[in-house]
Each structure stands twice: as C-alpha cells, then as structure tokens.
C-alpha cells in the first residue's frame, strides 16, 4: 500500500510540475532562493562558525533553480554539489563561483559537477552542515517523496554524517496532508518553498 501511494503521488505530482506556468516561475524561483538564504544565514548565526551548505542543481521539470542561492552562499559559506557514481551513490564536492561552467549530465540524466572539478565533501569538525534537498512533495511531519531512486536516503543514513539540518525545498502546492512513509525514509527539520520557510512539527520553533 505504502508503495503504491506513493507510485499514484509521484505520478500526480510530475504532471503538476511539467504544466507550471512559466512567467510564474521566473518570479518564484528568486523568492524561494531568497527565504531560504534568510534562512540558513540566520540557523548558521545562530550555530556559530562557518556554514557548509549542501545544495543541487535542477535538472527535472518543474525543479526549482537555486542559482541564486548558490551564489549568495558562496561569498560567506562553503558550497558542494552532488555528484553520482555509475552504481548510484551520492556524494557532494566543494564548488567556487566557476561551478556553473563545470556542470556534465551524469547517471539517469541528473547534472552534476564535472568529474575531478572540487574536493570532496568531508563532514566538517567546525561549523554546522545543511543538507538543501529537493522532493516531489512534503508534508507538515517533514516527510518527502523522492523520485524513487532513494540517492538522499542512503546519504543521510551514514552514520559518520553527525549532526546536520535537512531543508526541504519545493513549491507551496507540492505541500501535500500525508506522504506515505517507509521506515527508512528521512524526515525534513524545515520545508522552505517561495511564501517562506516552515519549521516541521518535530523540529522546536526557532
């Protein structure tokens, strides 16, 4: 039942996104980018010392571009971008303000830094890790659906990652009542879309 449902909400949710009207999007993109980089400036300020910030690069219809993002977060944080291996695992290299001419189509058509561009994400000893993650819907728990390919959730299960906060990013109407849940998916501490950033029912107000 727990696959079906999200089998029929994947479905639903892709067709939303491939039909999003344009001229909206070119507006909406430049708020979410904004909320979102209010809002890991403010959780990294009051975390103390740097800020490392996971993030990717859209690449599916309808995925919100987080240029915008990247390049604010560049000037005061340290920035990756994920790559993936031939057998499907996820890693994350560090980026400069060249990242966008280092970009390559990878596996399942996913763009990613070019292969030997950045170092390699290394959990830091300083500073706090937020993980920005993309999904084809949320809900007020902080659960997500994925695209089914399960790259997030083997990446936020290693153990040896240590403390970090994970943010959700969407639009406002992929935010749905309940996404069906298996006991390995990872729940979202915040979901930001372009009306702002909401803190999830587990996570204590800021």
């Known amino acids: 039942m727990v696959q079906q449902g999200k089998?029929?909400?994947?479905r639903e949710m892709k067709l939303v996104l491939s039909n999003l009207d344009k001229r909206w999007t070119s507006r909406a993109h430049a708020e979410v980018c904004h909320h979102l980089t209010a809002l890991v400036s403010s959780l990294a300020g009051h975390a103390?010392?740097?800020?490392?910030v996971l993030a990717w690069i859209p690449c599916f219809p309808g995925e919100i571009d987080l240029a915008e993002f990247i390049g604010e977060m560049i000037k005061s944080s340290f920035v990756y971008l994920p790559r993936l291996s031939?057998?499907?695992?996820m890693s994350f290299v560090q980026v400069g303000e060249d990242w966008g001419a280092n970009l390559e189509q990878g596996p399942r058509g996913i763009v990613q830094t070019i292969e030997g561009y950045g170092q390699p994400f290394d959990f830091p000893k300083t500073g706090h890790t937020f993980v920005v993650?993309?999904?084809?819907?949320?809900?007020?728990?902080?659960g997500?659906?994925?695209r089914g390919a399960g790259h997030y959730d083997r990446f936020l299960a290693n153990s040896e990652l240590g403390p970090l906060t994970k943010i959700g990013v969407c639009w406002s109407m992929q935010l749905v009542q309940e996404i069906p849940m298996d006991s390995h998916d990872i729940l979202m501490d915040w979901i930001c879309h372009e009306r702002g950033a909401i803190p999830m029912e587990h996570q204590p107000n800021e």
Do not use: S, T
């Open 86 to 89: 031939r057998e499907g695992a």
């Open 144 to 146: 997500r659906l994925g």
């Open 133 to 142: 993650i993309p999904g084809l819907a949320f809900d007020q728990r902080g």
């Open 7 to 10: 089998k029929d909400l994947r």
């Open 48 to 52: 103390g010392g740097a800020a490392h």
